[in-house]
């Protein structure tokens, strides 16, 4: 036994982890391997994913390689490295090499960190899979995966996981399916039902990478002359709905001064309204030189001003709009051709 085993194979003994029989002399870890374990810890939360960790953990064993030590045996020396918190007690409350190989390392790190319990969960989620209303063949079944992946003790068969699958998509997707099978893709075999829904699930990534395509600056420039037209043409609307507005109540004005005036002055008691004191008060209000008349509207012998009706009025509006619409286009696509030729200038 080397030195270097002699000195360390205690403290590994109080972790619980027997020291793994290596036919090398001397182990030396470069610190960069150290740090890349120290940087992917596991504190045994409940929100964290066990084989997650084993996953890079591992990863990150197999970017070493030493004469004569085996992977097993980098994989159990260095664990510990990994660990923090409640999961570093853990490890500790190992005695005296009772964890003798790798496999049981991870045998026993899995069962206090992913029991029972939470593969009944992962597999009532499994499961109970279906498609959003949103989401694409694509996501839905990337997405699946990710649930497979979560818990990979399901036990789900690869036929029982397409079953699952198939059944949990919306109407919409699984006629696409059929179709492209030409039948019932259930009457597929395995393989043959996969490789229909991985092709399917290309053309969707397709269509969606089409659809997020980052706009160019053409269309970005043809995005501002569209914008452009929209609020010319809301800021015509506006002073349309003004000016109707104004003619409406000009209207109004007009009528309601030609109505015989039935103030209460004029229309109420009856003696008073027929006495001389008030025929007296008319006819002066009425002669032609009284500076009441001028100023207050009276009689006068100026012809009135013809006032369009709202017909006529909203007619000559949208005749207005109407030819406002054209120039604006005419000038929309004189922009656009301009742009494009510039464009084809530029290269």
Known sequence: MSRFQSLFKPELSELGIAWPEVQAQTITYPPSLIQLIQNNL?????????YAHLATYIEICNTIRLAGVPEDAIRS?????SLLGEAKRWLHSFKGNSLMTWDEVV???????????????GKAVISFFHQFPD??????????????????????SELMQLNIFIDGLRPQSKQLLDASAGGKIKMKTLE?????IENMAASDI??????????????????TSQDSLLQDVQSVVELMTLDVVSLVKNQLFNYMGNQPKNTFNEGGFTGFQNGQQYQQQRQWQNHPG????RDQGGPSNRPQQQVPSLYEHTTKL???????????????KSSESAIKNREVQVG
């Open 192 to 196: 043959e039902a996969m490789d229909l």
């Open 42 to 50: 596991f504190h045994g939360l409940l929100n964290e994913d066990p």
């Open 318 to 332: 949208e005749e207005t709009l109407a030819q406002f619409m054209q120039v604006s286009m005419s000038n929309q």
């Open 77 to 81: 020396s260095l664990f510990s490295f």
């Open 290 to 293: 009284n500076q009441f008349n």
């Open 107 to 121: 045998d026993k790190f899995l069962k206090k960190y992913f029991p029972e319990s939470k593969t009944a969960e």
């Open 206 to 223: 397709a269509i969606l990478r089409d659809r997020a395509h980052i706009p160019t600056k053409k269309s970005l420039l043809e995005l």
């Open 135 to 156: 989401e694409s063949l694509s996501e839905a079944l990337e997405r699946f995966r990710g649930l497979l992946r979560k818990t990979p003790t399901h036990s789900f």
